[in-house]
Nanobody, 117 residues
Framework: VQLVESGGGSVQPGGSLRLSCAAS????????MAWHRQAPGKQRELVAM???????NYADSVRGRFTISRDSALNEVYLQMDNLKSEDTAIYYC????????????WGQGTQVTVSS
């Protein structure tokens, strides 16, 4: 499945953004959908994930500020980001997680989020 992210941009600290991830096919067969991010000079890290049963998990750094959701009928996943901080600046990637082999996972190309005053 191909994934296309959108919704990134520049925002001031304390602001909000909503990222969207559109899949070219059904996301139902995947174990989970997730958002990862990679800041300059840092490794890619998991931000949030939602399983096909609706269970969610968040990185400690974003818990309470970010909300992941999915619309399986539309094959889309969302990340609502509130109270953004400068340390949230990164490229955000959508991932379709097979839950088995990495070769069966799919990644989007990423969307830039910049939080700066």
């Amino acid at each position: 499945v191909q994934l296309v992210e959108s919704g990134g941009g520049s925002v001031q600290p304390g602001g909000s953004l909503r990222l969207s991830c559109a899949a070219s096919g059904s996301i139902v067969p995947f174990y989970a959908m997730a958002w990862h991010r990679q800041a300059p000079g840092k490794q890619r890290e998991l931000v949030a994930m939602i399983t096909n049963s609706g269970s969610t998990n968040y990185a400690d750094s974003v818990r309470g500020r970010f909300t992941i959701s999915r619309d399986s009928a539309l094959n889309e996943v969302y990340l609502q980001m509130d109270n953004l901080k400068s340390e949230d600046t990164a490229i955000y990637y959508c991932k379709a997680d097979s839950g088995t082999y990495a070769a069966l996972d799919s990644w989007g190309q990423g969307t830039q989020v910049t939080v700066s005053s």
